[in-house]
């Protein structure tokens, strides 16, 4: 008999059970998306503690950063298969777990060497995890209208993180010192997987792994990430610079041919038979040169030139945080109403108008000016990478996200990872680090342009045949 004055509470329903699903699959997927981003920016203010503490020269601070980039990049590709393969639950479970104990193994490293080899691991757990976290939303959320705006809200979770990132780093280090910004991933990582237990099981498919492509992938990105590092310590002419490239177009040749005569490729060739893919592709790659390059540069620049601390750098980044974290979760709202190819051209034009006017600056310039000229960087963002990333997602079937993911991701990493290589070496030059940010600003700037004049070709929304149905 019910006690009197209680009431039973109603079970929840198949429609209260997938709103929960949905709200955690897409928490899950942004505090991954988050520490996987704040991993790749935060490093930078902390580079010359790092370089104090542990010792090291130019070409070893970028190999703090790009060992965990080129890991990332390296195995983005194959990560979006294996998502498609064992399911986006399962693969971000495992990536996350890789990633926070690799971050405790950061923060532990007794030197630069161990730091290297700890940041490699981080990349390979980041790697796995990425292509997931779209996955995540693109199994979950079936309207198009509704992707668009939960691809918004984790495009936040990026934004903020890579926004932060210096202020962070810049906080944690000069209070407490570099090792925090590692730790910082543990508990983070730990609520991640937490909420990962209140999502739904994903599909997977029984398809045999494409291990000679993915070997291919890595000794193609390895090969040129490690040539165009040491290049910048040895020359270009040094022997092992040399075999290093050698080996990056023999990867680059015998991934191609691989995938093309595979049947069960890492990377199916006919995704690039849309222009949409082909230009997501190189948008990736140009805003993540201009992103996370120019933090790197000016991390530096603000430290060893301008005698500012870790803090104080972290804060001349706040205007390029504010606005890519405020304008980032309206941005959906916003390009329902201006359509996808008037704000993918618009962030382009506003981030190359900043890093334009950043190269033409005297050398006496004040710090808030050139905080100010950042600011334009923060605001191409949001006008970006949400658009594009819908847009591909839109173009793709759902069993292909993980790899169309992975495919965009890549080219996003490898943007980030070569904009790493090539301004660190034009900083170590022999011109000096002061002539080193202009000619990476005037890179930068020509690659945004060059990319700004494909963005009409963007075609219509049509998803790309598959050869697996």
């Known amino acids: 008999m019910p006690t009197t004055g209680s009431r039973a509470r109603p079970a929840a329903g198949p429609a209260d059970r997938g709103r929960r699903r949905r709200t955690a699959a897409l928490a899950a997927a942004v505090a991954g998306f988050f520490v996987i981003t704040l991993d790749a920016t935060v490093v930078n203010v902390a580079l010359p503690s790092i370089r104090g503490d542990l010792g090291g020269g130019m070409t070893g601070l970028q190999w703090v950063v790009d060992g965990y980039t080129l890991m990332f990049?390296?195995?983005?590709?194959?990560?979006?298969?294996?998502?498609?393969?064992?399911?986006?639950?399962?693969?971000?479970?495992?990536?996350?777990?890789?990633?926070?104990?690799?971050?405790?193994?950061?923060?532990?490293?007794?030197?630069?060497?161990?730091?290297?080899?700890?940041?490699?691991?981080?990349?390979?757990?980041?790697?796995?995890?990425?292509?997931?976290?779209?996955?995540?939303?693109?199994?979950?959320?079936?309207?198009?209208?509704?992707?668009?705006?939960?691809?918004?809200?984790?495009?936040?979770?990026?934004?903020?993180?890579?926004?932060?990132?210096?202020?962070?780093?810049?906080?944690?280090?000069?209070?407490?010192?570099?090792?925090?910004?590692?730790?910082?991933?543990?508990?983070?990582?730990?609520?991640?997987?937490?909420?990962?237990?209140?999502?739904?099981?994903?599909?997977?498919?029984?398809?045999?792994?494409?291990?000679?492509?993915?070997?291919?992938?890595?000794?193609?990105?390895?090969?040129?990430?490690?040539?165009?590092?040491?290049?910048?310590?040895?020359?270009?002419?040094?022997?092992?610079?040399?075999?290093?490239?050698?080996?990056?177009?023999?990867?680059?040749?015998?991934?191609?041919?691989?995938?093309?005569?595979?049947?069960?490729?890492?990377?199916?060739?006919?995704?690039?038979?849309?222009?949409?893919?082909?230009?997501?592709?190189?948008?990736?790659?140009?805003?993540?040169?201009a992103f996370y390059g120019l933090p790197f540069l000016y991390s530096l620049y603000f430290q060893q030139l301008r005698g500012l601390s870790p803090m104080a750098t972290g804060l001349a980044f706040v205007p390029m945080l504010a606005v890519a974290s405020l304008l980032t979760p309206v941005v959906a709202r916003l390009v329902e109403r201006i359509g996808r190819r008037v704000s993918i051209t618009a962030g382009l034009l506003v981030m190359g108008a900043g890093v334009a006017a950043l190269a033409i600056l005297p050398e006496t310039a004040p710090v808030w000016l050139i905080a100010v000229l950042l600011f334009p960087v923060g605001l191409g963002g949001p006008l970006i990478m949400p658009p594009i990333t819908a847009h591909l997602l839109d173009g793709v079937p759902a069993h292909r996200a993980g790899v169309a993911g992975g495919i965009l991701n890549s080219a996003r990493q490898v943007g980030g990872a070569l904009a790493v290589a090539v301004f660190g070496a034009l900083l170590a030059g022999p011109a000096g680090l002061a002539a080193g940010v202009r000619t990476s600003l005037i890179i930068t700037c020509v690659l945004l342009l060059a990319t700004t004049a494909a963005t009409p070709l963007l075609a219509g929304h049509r998803q790309v045949p598959s050869r697996e149905s």
């Open 73 to 289: 990049a390296a195995l983005l590709l194959s990560a979006g298969a294996l998502t498609d393969r064992i399911g986006a639950r399962r693969a971000f479970g495992l990536g996350l777990a890789v990633f926070v104990l690799a971050s405790a193994a950061c923060g532990l490293s007794p030197g630069l060497g161990a730091l290297v080899w700890a940041r490699f691991v981080q990349g390979v757990g980041a790697a796995v995890m990425m292509p997931a976290t779209l996955a995540l939303i693109r199994e979950t959320y079936d309207d198009p209208a509704e992707r668009a705006r939960a691809i918004a809200v984790w495009a936040m979770g990026g934004a903020a993180a890579a926004s932060s990132g210096p202020l962070v780093g810049g906080v944690l280090t000069g209070v407490w010192g570099w090792p925090l910004i590692f730790f910082l991933n543990v508990p983070v990582g730990a609520a991640a997987l937490l909420l990962l237990v209140g999502t739904a099981p994903s599909p997977h498919r029984k398809v045999p792994f494409d291990w000679a492509g993915q070997v291919a992938a890595v000794a193609a990105m390895g090969g040129l990430t490690y040539g165009v590092i040491e290049a910048g310590a040895e020359g270009f002419t040094a022997p092992r610079v040399l075999v290093a490239f050698a080996v990056a177009v023999a990867g680059a040749a015998a991934f191609l041919l691989v995938e093309a005569r595979a049947a069960h490729p890492m990377v199916p060739l006919e995704l690039f038979r849309n222009r949409s893919v082909v230009i997501a592709v190189a948008l990736g790659f140009t805003f993540m040169v």
